[in-house]
C-alpha cells in the first residue's frame, strides 16, 4: 500500500531554521509529483507548493515563494520543507501528499497524504 | 488569483441528502475534486475528476460539475460523514493548485 511518512512534531523559536521531511513508500517515488499543504490553527487547506522527484521541477505558491524550500533526495524517496528563519506565522500542520498526474498538464487531485508534521514556533 | 468559494457550514438530519457546493469564475475543462477532513486527521480524498469515486469510497458520495459551481452530494447521511469538506482544483491560467475554504457538515 502507498504510504507517506512524515517527520515528527517540532517546537521551535523564531528565527530558528527546520526540514521537515515525507518518506514514501510502495510506489515509484520519482514518477509522481508530491506537493506540500499547509492549515494553520482553525484553518483551512492551503497549497504551497509540488515538487517532481525525477527532475526537481518546482512550482510555488506566490504567496509562499522565497519563505520555504521545497526538495527532494531520490536515494530515499524523501521529499522536505524548509524554512530558514521561522516565524511564529509558520505555526500549522503541514500535510505532504502525492498528486496524480503531471501538475502542468490539467488538474489532478492529492489521492495518497501524509499523516502531517505540526510546527509550533513560539518564544 | 482564482477563488473557490464553499459555504462555511452544511447541517444536515441522518438519512437526508447533502449537498455542498464549490463555485468559481469558469472551470472551463479542468476537473474538481473534494477531500473530507475529519478532526485530527489528514484529508482524504472522496471524489475525483468531478465525479468519479476512488476505491473504498462509498457509492453514497457523488459529484457533478456543472462549469461554474461543482457539487459534492452525500446521500443517507451518516453521523460518521460530519466533517470538513473541501474543493480542490487547477488554476491553468496561473499554473497553480487552489483548495476551496471548506465546508463544516454537521449531522
Known amino acids: 500500500e502507498v504510504q507517506l511518512v512524515q517527520s515528527g512534531a517540532e517546537v521551535k523559536k523564531p528565527g530558528e531554521s527546520l526540514k521537515i521531511s515525507c518518506k514514501s513508500s510502495e510506489y515509484s517515488f520519482t514518477n509522481y509529483w508530491i506537493g506540500w499543504v499547509r492549515q494553520m490553527p482553525g484553518r483551512g487547506l492551503e497549497w504551497m507548493g509540488v515538487i517532481y522527484p525525477d527532475d526537481s521541477d518546482i512550482r510555488y505558491s506566490p504567496s509562499l515563494q522565497g519563505q520555504v524550500t521545497i526538495s527532494v533526495d531520490k536515494s530515499i524517496n524523501t521529499a522536505y520543507l524548509q524554512w530558514s528563519s521561522l516565524k511564529a506565522s509558520d505555526t500549522a500542520m503541514y500535510y505532504c501528499a502525492r498528486l496524480t498526474g503531471n501538475f502542468w498538464s490539467a488538474s489532478y487531485p492529492f489521492d495518497y497524504w501524509g499523516q502531517g508534521t505540526l510546527v509550533t514556533v513560539s518564544s | 488569483s482564482y477563488v473557490l468559494t464553499q459555504p462555511p457550514s452544511v447541517s444536515v438530519a441522518p438519512g437526508k441528502t447533502a449537498r455542498i457546493t464549490c463555485g468559481g469564475n469558469?472551470?472551463?475543462?479542468?476537473?474538481v475534486h473534494w477531500y473530507q477532513q475529519k478532526p485530527g486527521q489528514a484529508p482524504v480524498l472522496v471524489i475525483h475528476?468531478?465525479?468519479d469515486r476512488p476505491a473504498g469510497i462509498p457509492d453514497r458520495f457523488s459529484g457533478s460539475n456543472s462549469g461554474n459551481t461543482a457539487t459534492l452530494t452525500i446521500s443517507r447521511v451518516e453521523a460518521g460523514d460530519e466533517a470538513d469538506y473541501y474543493c480542490?482544483?487547477?488554476?491553468?491560467?496561473?499554473?497553480?493548485?487552489?483548495f476551496g475554504g471548506g465546508t463544516k457538515l454537521t449531522v
Open positions: 469558469d472551470f472551463g475543462s479542468e476537473s
Open positions: 480542490q482544483m487547477w488554476d491553468s491560467s496561473s499554473d497553480l493548485v487552489v
Open positions: 475528476h468531478d465525479s
